[in-house]
């Protein structure tokens, strides 16, 4: 029997086949799946993170701090109409229009004050006293009274210090007596008799009360007459509601 003994070039075509159909099998089951952590895209929670992260483009937050309003513009007073020059016409015969304050050497609960700038807005209750006087001493608590009670309806307390001795002229002491007195409206030191001669004033205490037109139409000397004095000023509180409407 013959043994077959295959050429060199079958054995080399062979081979090929057999490269081949090895070569054909890797491409078709053993190529790798490719790499999915590099491709897919980002969760829905990674996607947010990325997007919020801080950058070098990212501005900063507008802040919502709350600032002060602006203060409000003073308001301007209404020019006089016709019914007003008539309603002061008809005054200036009948009353004193009241002086203002004069030379003050001092202010206490106050930056300054004054009569002109007050009339029109206010009943003024002008009270000339001095912290050493007993009679004084005893009018106060009715006077802080009608600070107390009508101050929100338009009544201006001012008080001015007159001294009657030397002592009397000195601003702490002045201040100390504001304390204990409870005096809470604006007091004026009238330590050169200024405003005390504006009004020709002889007596302690005394007060003026001055309409809204700046006319003196009350005016009291010495102690009492509180009652009355009350009901003047409740009478011109509503003069100044009455003309101002």
Known sequence: MRLFAPRPILLFLALLLVVGAIALIEL?????????????????????IESTAPDETTTEPQRTTDKPAPPEQAVKKPEPTNADAERIAGKEGQYE???EIVGPTGFINTNGVSIKEAAGDSVVLLQFWTYSCFNCQNAQPYINGFHEKYADDGLKVIGVHKPEFEFEKDYASVAEAVRQENIQYPVVLDNNDATWDAYDQRYWPTWYLIDADGFIRYEHFGEGGYAQ???EIQELLAEKDQTAN
């Open 28 to 48: 078709r089951f053993g190529t790798a799946e490719p790499d999915t952590a590099q491709t897919r895209s980002a969760s829905p929670t990674e996607a947010t």
């Open 97 to 99: 229009r009241a002086a």
């Open 229 to 231: 004095t009350e009901e």
